[in-house]
């Protein structure tokens, strides 16, 4: 069975340091992610004068600032994220990063990126969406906020435009996100309405909830990683230190070990069991050659090593073929 991806969100949690955005790098290979993924954008071309920061990020930031004041001191530069990546390249892991505006798509673009992340935000934005289609690589698509029609319209543009291939994450676009909203039967819902792979991406805070949709089937866990959530900024507080991120991954790898192929079948570790769990019939006193078999005088005792229980029928109103002593396996 192929491996869940999964993918550290270090996001903007680098707090506009290439130096820290590297470290994220360093900790998320140490934690067993498959990627580490950034967010690339120019903050005046995200978001308008007027825009207000989220509840989440007002009590996650220690100043009263507009959306576009904070987002400009999240901002790493282009150059920066051409040594991000080769960075990433020279630890062995998989840089990858979401734009967030369409210049940053085009210089994302000439990084040579596997595939995009497009951030539940964008969902309904059709020029954004157009130009990712017409890059022509796969989509990731987070469905936070989303009904099932908007996500429709979404990949019809997508494909419209040229993107040859769509996954979905299950998302709830809150920070932290309550576990009672999670709604991780929604997963199986977007496979069967769309019938493409589907994983999840997490903002509760805590990892049972992502080892839990491993085992309901996720290709792909997204996961905010931080190195200390402690640290000012907007997603700390929502996101697994090093060491969270470490159990998660042992967790979610210990679980797709256990969900195995599906077949029903005794497993090697348990044939060596049989004999000693199972049970064989046995005489339930002594008997003497010729005696007739009865319910009386055999019975089922462990081990397992000998004529099997579901062999009763066949075996009452027999003779024995010689004589047998109390518990002693029945032969014919």
Not at 36 to 49: G, I, M, N, P
Not at 148 to 171: D, N
Not at 231 to 247: C, Q
Not at 283 to 293: L, P, S
Request: with cysteine; glycine share 6%; hydrophobic share 35%.
């Amino acid at each position: 069975m192929k491996k869940c991806t999964l993918i550290a969100e270090a996001g903007v949690n680098h707090n506009g340091s290439l130096e820290l955005a590297k470290k994220l790098a360093d900790e998320a290979k140490r934690a067993g992610a498959d990627i580490v993924k950034y967010q690339t954008f120019r903050a005046e071309k995200l978001t308008s004068a007027q825009g207000k920061m989220a509840e989440y990020q007002k009590s996650n930031t220690r100043h009263e600032e507009s959306q576009l004041e904070m987002l400009k001191k999240l901002e790493l530069s282009y150059d920066n994220f051409v040594e991000l990546q080769e960075y990433c390249r020279g630890i062995g892991i998989v840089f990858l990063s979401t734009p967030f505006d369409l210049e940053s798509i085009s210089f994302l673009n000439g990084l040579g990126l596997p595939f995009w992340k497009v951030p539940s935000g964008e969902v309904t934005n059709y020029p954004y969406l157009r130009a990712i289609g017409q890059t022509q690589k796969p989509v990731v698509l987070s469905t936070g906020m989303c009904r099932l029609s908007e996500i429709r319209e979404a990949m019809k543009v997508l494909t419209r435009f040229g993107c040859p291939e769509i996954s979905l994450l299950h998302c709830t676009t809150e920070y932290p996100a309550p576990k009672s909203e999670v709604n991780l039967r929604a997963m199986e819902t977007l496979r069967q309405e769309f019938q493409v792979p589907v994983g999840y991406s997490d903002h509760t805070q805590g990892i049972e909830i992502p080892i839990a949709a491993v085992a309901m089937g996720a290709v792909m866990i997204e996961k905010h990683f931080t190195l200390d959530k402690e640290m000012e900024g907007p997603d700390h507080k929502a996101s697994l230190n090093p060491e969270e991120w470490r159990e998660m991954v042992s967790a979610i790898r210990n679980v797709e070990a256990a969900l195995g192929r599906g077949i029903k079948i005794p497993c090697e570790a348990e044939e060596k069991n049989k004999v000693i769990a199972r049970k064989s019939i046995v005489a339930a006193r002594d008997i003497i050659k010729g005696e007739v078999f009865t319910e009386d005088n055999i019975t089922a005792k462990r081990p397992g090593n000998g004529i099997s229980p579901m062999k009763w029928e066949t075996i009452l109103g027999t003779r024995a073929v010689r004589d047998f002593r109390e518990d002693e396996l029945i032969e014919r």
